[in-house]
C-alpha cells in the first residue's frame, strides 16, 4: 500500500511533461506554417517588384512615340455658352373663312410655300349663287334710278311752266336718292358675296414649310373650326432663344456697344458641328428673378435648312477676343493632383512636365495665360504614358495626316481644325 502511494505522484507528473510536449510541438508548427506563409508573400512581392523596375527600365531605355504640335500665338474667341431651343419667328394655322366642302388639297405635307400658293379649295358654288342675286338687285335699282332721273328733269320743267306743284318734284327728287341709297347698299351686297367667293380659294398666308393635313377632302368644315387645315411655319430666317446668368449680361452690354451686331453660333447636342452661324437679334426687358438669367433670341438665315423648330441647340455668344494669345490644342493639357500642365518636347527629344494657367476655350482649342510661350513643341498624342524626363519619338501633325489621312480624319475634328487654322495662319 505504502508503494502504490509514492508511485502515484510520479505518475502523474510524467502525464503533465507528455501534455507540454505536445504543445510545444503545435506551436512550433504554427510558427513554422506562418513563416512560410510569409516567406512566399515576401518573394512574390520582390518578383513583381522586380518585374515592375524590368518594365520600368525597358520604357525608360526605349523612346515613347507620340504626337506633337507646335503652340502660336493667335487671337481667341471669348465665347458665352448657353443652352436654346430653336423657334420660328412665325407660325401660321389655315383655318376656312366660310362654311362650306373641302374640295380639293394641293399642297404636299411638309412642301415649301411661298406665300400667296394655293393651298385648298372650298365648293364656290354656293357663293355664286349669292353673288347672282345680289348682282340681279342692283341691276334692278340701277333701271328704277334711270327711270325716276327721267321723272325728276320732267317735273322740273313742268315745275318751270307752273303746271305742278313745288312738292311733287321735292318727291320725285327724294325717290331718286331713295334708288341711290339702294344702289349703293346692292353695291356693298355684291362686294360682299365676291369676298365670300374668294375666300373658297385658301392660299398661304406667308413663306415657310406646310406640316401634316388636319382635313381630308370631302369634308364639310366651317370658319368656327379650331383645327384648321394645315399649319405653316417659318424656317427662313429663323430663331433661337437661350438664357445666360445675369452676372454675364454687362460682357453682352458691352459688347453691343462696341459692334454693329453679336455674332452667335448653333452647335449641335455633342458641341462639334455648327449648324449655323447668325447673331443677337434682342435681349428680353426683365431678368428672371426665379433663375437669375435673361433671354436672348437670336437670328440665322437658315438658308440651309439646318435648323428646325423646337430643336435643341448648343448656343455660342461671342463677348470678347483675347489678342495675341498664346494657344495650343486642348488635347495637350493633363489635369492632376498639382493642377493642369503640359508635356513640352526638349531639344534632346525627352519631355519636362510644365504647369500651366489655361485661359478661355476656342472650339479645340484653348489659351496659356501663364506658363508657356509661343513655339514650344507640345504631346497631344500619348501624353497618358510619359513621366518627367522620359524620351519620346515625335510625330508632327501633318505627317501623320499625309501618312494615313483616313486615320487622321477618324481622330476627330480637333486635329483637322488645327492644322487648318495653322495653314491659314
Known amino acids: 500500500m505504502a508503494l502504490q502511494q509514492e508511485n502515484h505522484p510520479s505518475a502523474h507528473t510524467l502525464k503533465s511533461s507528455g501534455k507540454s510536449y505536445a504543445y510545444t510541438i503545435k506551436w512550433a508548427l ?9 516567406w512566399i508573400v515576401i518573394t512574390h512581392r520582390q518578383q513583381d517588384d522586380q518585374k515592375k523596375a524590368d518594365v520600368q527600365s525597358l520604357l525608360g531605355n526605349k523612346p515613347m512615340p507620340v504626337l506633337v504640335a507646335k503652340s502660336e500665338k493667335r487671337d481667341v474667341n471669348v465665347y458665352l455658352n448657353a443652352l436654346g431651343t430653336v423657334t420660328p419667328r412665325n407660325t401660321i394655322t389655315v383655318k376656312a373663312r366660310v362654311d362650306g366642302q373641302l374640295l380639293n388639297v394641293y399642297f404636299r405635307e411638309g412642301q415649301m410655300v411661298k406665300s400667296g400658293d394655293l393651298l385648298a379649295q372650298i365648293d364656290p358654288r354656293p357663293f355664286e349663287v349669292q353673288l347672282g342675286q345680289a348682282e340681279g338687285q342692283l341691276t334692278r335699282d340701277k333701271a328704277l334710278l334711270d327711270n325716276a332721273l327721267i321723272d325728276a328733269e320732267r317735273y322740273k320743267t313742268l315745275l318751270a311752266q307752273d303746271s305742278i306743284s313745288k312738292q311733287q318734284a321735292d318727291t320725285q327728287q327724294s325717290l331718286v336718292n331713295q334708288y341711290r341709297g339702294a344702289i349703293a347698299v346692292d353695291q356693298a351686297t355684291v362686294d360682299s358675296a365676291k369676298l365670300q367667293l374668294s375666300y373658297c380659294r385658301i392660299t398661304a398666308p406667308m413663306s415657310g414649310r406646310v406640316g401634316l393635313r388636319l382635313v381630308d377632302p370631302g369634308n364639310m368644315i366651317h370658319s368656327a373650326d379650331t383645327t384648321g387645315i394645315v399649319t405653316i411655319t417659318q424656317l427662313q430666317p429663323i430663331t ?22 453679336l455674332a452667335v453660333d448653333a452647335y449641335d447636342r455633342s458641341q462639334k458641328f455648327k449648324l449655323a452661324s447668325g447673331s443677337l437679334l434682342t435681349t428680353d426687358n426683365q431678368i428672371d428673378t426665379t433663375t437669375g438669367s435673361i433671354k436672348l433670341r437670336a437670328v440665322f438665315k437658315n438658308e440651309n435648312e439646318t435648323l428646325f423648330p423646337n430643336q435643341f441647340v448648343n448656343i455660342k455668344l461671342l463677348v470678347d477676343v483675347d489678342q495675341a494669345a498664346t494657344v495650343i490644342p486642348q488635347s495637350a493639357l493633363q489635369r492632376g493632383k498639382n493642377g493642369v500642365y503640359v508635356y513640352v518636347v526638349n531639344p534632346d527629344q525627352t519631355v519636362s512636365l510644365k504647369q500651366v494657367t489655361a485661359g478661355d476655350a476656342d472650339g479645340e482649342f484653348v489659351s496659356i495665360k501663364k506658363g508657356l510661350n509661343p513655339g514650344e513643341t507640345l504631346v497631344v ?20 495626316q499625309k501618312d494615313t489621312p483616313d486615320k487622321s480624319k477618324k481622330r476627330g475634328h480637333s486635329k483637322e481644325g488645327w492644322q487648318h487654322k495653322q495653314s491659314a495662319e
Open 240 to 261: 433661337a432663344l437661350f438664357s445666360i446668368p445675369e452676372d454675364d449680361l454687362s460682357a453682352v452690354v458691352q459688347r453691343e456697344k462696341a459692334v454693329d451686331s
Open 30 to 38: 504554427v510558427i513554422l506554417i506562418i513563416a512560410g506563409i510569409a
Open 381 to 400: 498624342d500619348g501624353a497618358d504614358k510619359l513621366r518627367d524626363g522620359a524620351r519620346v519619338k515625335t510625330t508632327t501633325l501633318d505627317a501623320t
